[in-house]
C-alpha cells in the first residue's frame, strides 16, 4: 500500500505504455517463451500479470510503478526473500533470470520498465477464524522475523512516525487535498491522533526495529490445504508480495491479522504470539503499538490515494475518495483512534 509522498514524474500515465505486446516482448527478453496468454491480477500501485509460458507452468510477472522504489531498494527487497527461500520459509522469490545481454538477474528492464518474474503461487485466504491456522501462521512470522533481524535494510526506510503519519499529513495539506470547509477539524484531528501516536511510542520504549513483511495481510498470504498441495507447493501458508517490506516493529506484521472486538483480538494474538515464539521473542511492549500503527496506515492511506488520483485505474477503483464524505469519515475514523490509543493494550 506504501507510495512516495511526492508526484511522479510519469504520475499521469504511468502504465500508459504498458501494452500487452510489449509485456509479451518483456518476458521473451528474459528467455521465456509465452504462449500468448495474459491474465491481469489485481493490483494498483505495479501492474502484475499472469503469462502463460510455453511447455512450463505460467509464470507472475511485475511491473514497477516508474519512480517509486530505487532499484537498490527493489533488489534488497528480493535479496531478503530469497534469503527467506533459502531459510526454507514459504515466501516466493523472484526468479533469477538472463537479460538480452546474458546477465543473470532478478530485476530486469524492458523499454523502460522495470520488471520481476516470479513463480505462480495458488491458494486461498487463510482461515483466520481456526486458532490452529493463527497458531501456524505465527510460527512462519516468527521465523521471517529471526532472519530479518540479522542485518538492516540499507536502501529501504522504515515504518515510523515521520513516514506514516507526519510526511503524509504534510503532503496532503501542500496539495490541498481536504475540502476547505472540512480543513480546520480535519487538522485538529490528525494532529491530536500523531500525538496519541507518539504518546503509544513512548509507552512502549526502545524498540527494535527489523526487516518485515510492512503489509502482512491475509490477502498477501496465499494457504495450501494439505489435500490440496500435489503439484501447488508446500501445505500451509506462502508469504507473497514483500514489495512494501520495510524496517519496523515485529508486531507491524502482526496487527493486521486481527479483527473484530477486542475479546475477539485478544484470542487471535494470543494464538499468534504462542506460535511466533517458538522461533523468536515477542516483546509484548509493543502492543502499544497496534493502535498507533494502525492510525498511521489511515493517515497514509488517504495520502496514497491522494498521491496516486492522476493514474486513471485510481479514479475507477475508488470513485469516493476526495468527496466531502470520505474526509468526514476520516475525521470520525481519527477521533476514534484517538481513544482507542489512551485504553491498555491488548492483554492489558
Known amino acids: ?17 504498458l501494452t500487452p505486446e510489449r509485456i509479451l516482448d518483456a ?3 528474459t528467455g521465456l517463451r509465452s504462449d500468448g496468454r495474459l491474465l491481469a491480477l489485481n493490483s494498483y500501485e505495479n501492474r502484475v500479470w499472469q503469462v502463460g ?30 534469503e527467506l527461500a533459502d531459510a526454507e520459509i514459504p515466501a516466493v522469490p523472484a526468479l533469477p533470470l538472463p537479460d538480452a545481454a546474458g546477465n543473470v538477474s532478478t530485476l530486469h528492464v524492458h523499454d523502460g520498465f522495470r520488471f520481476a518474474v516470479f513463480p505462480r503461487c495458488g491458494g486461498r485466504e487463510p482461515a483466520l477464524d481456526v486458532a490452529e491456522t493463527r497458531v501456524w501462521l505465527g510460527r512462519f512470522i516468527g521465523r521471517i522475523h529471526a532472519v530479518g533481524a540479522k542485518q538492516p535494510f540499507a536502501a529501504r526506510p522504515a515504518i515510523d512516525i515521520e513516514t506514516f503519519g507526519v510526511a503524509p499529513r504534510d503532503w496532503l495539506l ?32 526502545d524498540v527494535r526495529m527489523l526487516r518485515l513483511h510492512g503489509d502482512c495481510h491475509r490477502g498477501n498470504v496465499l494457504w495450501i490445504d494439505a489435500d490440496d498441495a500435489r503439484g501447488r507447493g508446500e501445505p500451509g501458508p506462502h508469504f507473497v508480495d514483500f514489495d512494501d517490506s520495510r524496517m519496523g516493529p515485529a508486531v507491524q506484521d502482526i496487527w493486521m491479522l486481527l479483527e473484530g472486538d477486542r475479546a475477539a483480538m485478544q484470542d487471535q494474538l494470543a494464538d499468534i504470539v504462542a506460535g511466533y515464539e517458538d ?19 489511515l493517515i497514509h492511506y488517504s495520502a496514497w490515494l491522494a498521491s496516486r488520483w492522476r493514474d486513471p485505474a485510481f479514479p475507477a477503483a475508488f470513485p469516493w475518495f476526495g468527496t466531502a464524505r470520505y474526509w468526514q469519515d476520516r475525521i470520525l475514523e481519527l477521533r476514534e483512534q484517538i481513544a482507542l490509543m489512551d485504553e491498555p493494550p491488548l492483554w492489558g
Open 279 to 297: 522461533f523468536a521473542e515477542f516483546e509484548t511492549r509493543e502492543l502499544w503499538l497496534v493502535e498507533a500503527l494502525r492510525t498511521l496506515r
Open 174 to 205: 501542500a496539495h490541498d487535498c481536504v475540502p476547505a470547509d472540512l480543513l480546520a477539524p480535519w487538522r485538529a484531528a490528525v494532529d491530536l491522533a500523531l500525538d496519541g501516536v507518539r504518546r503509544c511510542y513512548e509507552r512502549a520504549g
Open 27 to 29: 518476458l521473451e527478453s
Open 1 to 17: 500500500m506504501t507510495a512516495p509522498l511526492a508526484p511522479n514524474a510519469d504520475s499521469d500515465v504511468p502504465y500508459a505504455g
Open 53 to 82: 509460458i510455453e511447455d512450463a507452468a505460467p509464470v507472475i510477472a511485475k511491473f514497477y510503478r516508474p519512480g517509486r522504489w530505487t532499484d537498490d531498494a527493489i533488489r534488497e527487497e528480493h535479496a531478503f526473500v530469497r
